[in-house]
């Protein structure tokens, strides 16, 4: 059956949430300007965006000391990639689709910066070892030529509290290994050995 509330085009959506405000758009630049370069060196932490040429969606964190993202130009960041667990879902989708769409964070701050542009991978040594952390050059290089760039407000973090630790819920701890071991029929032993292969991961293969 049919969802009659569904919104199917642009008048319905604006119907809803109403028009544009008028000049908005205009914080919407083509490159970086010192607003935005200041914001990349002091952010530690991003959200990569990227999907298939099917449209198959990926978000992926990435994140390292603040100014671990390199500016080349007004016009190109390179994100590093660091030891992962080779999936590379991301990397894939670049290779099929170069479009992408950053995330950009400082912890305590509500506003983001928002990057949209096209993206390439490299491998080049110079570039790996000009982003290298903790004495080891990065794996891959994400190169993104941008085509926009704005920062966008701090309404979702007010919201949510996010940046406030009195509203902190106790850490919520994540078990790959019991993930894995209900797969697999709930061996607990596996389940905890997945979780200290894990735990020295993090220790030794950042």
């Known amino acids: 059956m049919a969802d ?3 919104i199917r085009d642009a008048v319905a959506l604006r119907a809803v949430i109403g028009n544009e ?31 298939s040429s099917d449209g198959k969606v990926d978000a992926s964190p990435k994140g390292d000391a603040p100014g671990f993202v390199l ?11 660091r030891p992962g667990n080779k999936l590379a879902y991301g990397h894939l989708n670049v290779l099929e689709n170069p479009h992408v769409g950053v995330l950009m964070m400082i912890p305590g701050t509500g506003e983001t910066l928002r990057i949209n542009g096209v993206a390439t991978l490299s491998a080049d040594p110079d570039l790996l070892q000009q982003l290298a952390a903790r ?3 990065a794996t ?6 941008i085509e926009e760039v704005f920062f966008h407000c ?10 406030q630790h009195e509203s902190w819920a106790d850490p919520h701890k994540v078990s790959f290994g019991e993930m894995y071991a209900e797969l697999r029929g709930g061996d607990k032993d596996a389940a905890q050995q997945i979780d200290e292969m894990i735990e020295t991961d993090y220790q030794h293969n950042l």
């Open 4 to 6: 009659v509330h569904e």
């Open 140 to 145: 891959v290089a994400i190169k993104i030529k």
């Open 21 to 51: 405000i008028p000049g908005l758009a205009e914080k919407n630049l083509p490159e970086l300007n010192r607003f935005a370069r200041d914001f990349i060196a002091r952010s530690p932490f991003l959200i990569l965006s990227t999907s």
């Open 135 to 137: 004495d080891k050059p």
């Open 71 to 81: 500016v080349r130009s007004d016009e190109e960041i390179v994100i590093p990639d």
């Open 154 to 163: 701090a309404k979702a973090f007010i919201r949510s509290k996010i940046w």
